[in-house]
């Protein structure tokens, strides 16, 4: 058995978790008339806002990875996307800007601290752990993501096997 490299290993967990998200992704159709600006709660992010936010995450792992430190500017302001297809193509490109940065990054690379900041809050650790967390944060939302769209009568994919909604 081939030893594998640690970035070779993150690669493969990301790659797995990015197609599952692409699969919920896909069934978001922010052109269906109050689904964009649906929450199940008033202190929920709206269905735009999440599915946006999932879609940008998978390009964070190059942030981490070029950089040792992000401060997040006091006035930012969550994006949402104009369309469907405006959701998949910033998917697909925060994927490829992701997978790339993983793909070249080095174990040397990894050992490194990547530090997080946005006003008082601060947050460091070893690059492992961020990437990681990263994906863990990808698939959390996915998951809040799932029951919008099961609270919206969506059909919801299987993530690690069959949903309700596919056939057995």
């Not at 269906?32 to 709206?46: A, C, E, I, N, V």
Request: proline fraction near 6%; hydrophobic fraction near 35%.
């Amino acid at each position: 058995m081939e030893n594998k490299t640690l970035c070779q290993t993150i690669c493969f967990d990301y790659e797995r978790e990015v197609e599952q998200t692409r699969r919920m992704l896909e069934r978001v159709n922010l052109e269906t008339p109050g689904l964009s600006d649906y929450r199940p709660h008033p202190k929920s992010m709206t269905l735009n806002r999440l599915a946006t936010h999932i879609a940008d995450l998978p390009g964070w792992p190059a942030f981490m990875l070029e950089s040792e430190e992000f401060v997040l500017p006091e006035n930012f302001q969550p994006e949402v996307s104009a369309s469907s297809r405006a959701l998949m193509e910033k998917f697909e490109a925060c994927v490829e800007r992701g997978r790339k940065a993983i793909a070249n990054a080095t174990d040397e690379d990894m050992k490194k601290t990547w530090t997080f900041r946005y006003k008082d809050y601060s947050s460091s650790g070893a690059r492992p752990d961020v990437v990681r967390s990263t994906i863990n944060h990808m698939v959390h939302h996915r998951a809040q993501l799932g029951l919008y769209l099961r609270l919206n009568d969506v059909a919801i994919p299987g993530m690690y096997g069959p949903s309700a909604d596919e056939a057995f």
